[in-house]
């Protein structure tokens, strides 16, 4: 694993997803408290290999990609958050899932926060953009507490979405 990919911030460790992280994504991607409300709902095991494997290899063409999200103190997983190109042509998209136990405690905005910056200053990315349903109040306080402006608003399986973006000039993207 590149250590450059490697995100410490002031509570949690950010490190890109691995095979040793499967338990822990199939835990939480099947569990409906979590994922129900996430693009393409709760997984089972065949589904989140697959998308582990995808993940992995994203991380060596793109230079960015999903993360685990462990408490810096002890190492409890926590959740995931990532960079991942959106299926819908939207683009790059950051996203973020946590356990409901680490939720509440500013956790989403720190991890989700420090995968912005990255993929802004270490990936180069001039646009990111983050959706999130308009009833997801927690998420979309998440988006704009870092700096994402809603852009845009779409329909998505019945559900209405707003469309955040974080915009940066070429010149400040990158290393």
Known sequence: MNPFWIIHTGRLVLTPVSGGDLADLQAIKSDP????????????RAQVSEELAHDIVAWSING??????????GGRFAGLTGLEERPDG????????????????GFAREAAGAALRFGHDRAGLTRIVAVAR??????????????????????QNGHRMVLYESCVPAREAGW
């Open 64 to 73: 960015y990609g999903i993360w685990v999200i462990r408490e810096a103190e």
């Open 134 to 155: 308009e009833s997801n109040f927690a998420s979309r306080t998440v988006l704009g507490g870092i700096g994402m402006s809603p852009c845009d608003c779409f329909e």
């Open 33 to 44: 408290r979590v994922f129900a409300i996430m693009l393409g709902g709760v997984r089972n």
């Open 90 to 105: 939207r683009g790059v998209a950051l996203r973020f899932a946590l356990w409901s136990e680490a939720q509440g405690r």
